[in-house]
């Protein structure tokens, strides 16, 4: 299986600050991967797919990059409502996976 | 808009069998162009793929699962099924079930989007 390694485990931030979040995977997966933001008790949502393709009406202070076994998660300007917990996922091949999760809290 | 629901039994015994159903609404289960999928995720824990499948019934399952799992599909109810047996205290969770793709773009592309609320199950006598 790929594994799926972010960093760091949990952040936290003031409003306003730029974030960001790393994953690593553990073969090239190319370009084939997702982020996804999950609030308490709620189900996750993707963001951003394709590495970098932010997903029609996410606020544009989201963005991804990255490829190979490298990609960075960033939030420009951090708002109050974008506390939550982050996955990155691969589909690069089969099982799909997860990272472990980026947990991010405000200051 | 594109609605998932999961829905079946919250407490399952032990050895016994999980069986939940999730019924989409607003889009034909039947489309070319997505898969359907579960993913799991333990209590505090992360996610956890757990298979998907076409509307056709052709599916992809996690080996972690081994042959503990079956995804079926029903597009006359705009219903999958997702049946886990044998379970054990590590299968208490979270199940979601999620639209997966997109199939239409080169190549394929596997995204979950949107997902069910989410239901929780419990393994425990």
């Known amino acids: 299986d790929i594994q799926m390694t972010q960093s760091p485990s949990s952040l936290s931030a003031s409003v306003g600050d730029r974030v960001t979040i790393t994953c690593r995977a553990s073969?090239?997966?190319?370009?084939?991967l997702n982020w996804y933001q999950q609030k308490s008790g709620k189900a996750p949502k993707l963001l951003i797919y394709?590495?970098?393709n932010l997903k029609t009406g996410v606020p544009s202070r989201f963005s991804g990059s990255g490829s190979g076994t490298e990609f960075i998660f960033t939030i420009s300007s951090l708002q109050p409502e974008d506390i939550g917990t982050y996955y990155c996922?691969?589909?690069?091949?089969?099982?799909?996976?997860f990272g472990q999760g980026t947990k991010l809290e405000i200051k | 808009q594109l609605q998932l629901q999961e829905s079946g039994p919250g407490l399952v015994k032990p050895s016994e069998t999980l069986s939940l159903s999730c019924t989409v609404s607003?889009?034909?289960?039947?489309?070319?162009?997505?898969?359907w999928g579960w993913i799991r995720q333990p209590p505090g824990k992360g996610l956890e793929w757990i298979g998907t499948?076409?509307?056709?019934?052709?599916?992809n399952y996690n080996p972690s699962f081994k042959s503990r799992v079956t995804i079926s599909v029903d597009p006359s109810k705009n219903q999958f099924s997702l049946k886990l047996i044998s379970v054990t205290a590590a299968d208490t969770a979270m199940y979601y079930c999620?639209?997966?793709?997109?199939?239409?773009?080169?190549?394929?592309?596997?995204?979950?989007?949107?997902w069910g609320q989410g239901t929780l199950v419990t393994v425990s006598s």
């Open positions: 999620a639209r997966v793709g997109d199939l239409v773009v080169v190549p394929p592309a596997i995204r979950f989007d949107p």
């Open positions: 996922q691969q589909y690069d091949d089969l099982p799909y996976t």
């Open positions: 607003g889009a034909p289960i039947s489309s070319s162009s997505y898969y």
């Open positions: 073969q090239d997966i190319r370009q084939y």
């Open positions: 499948i076409y509307y056709s019934g052709s599916t």
């Open positions: 394709d590495t970098s």
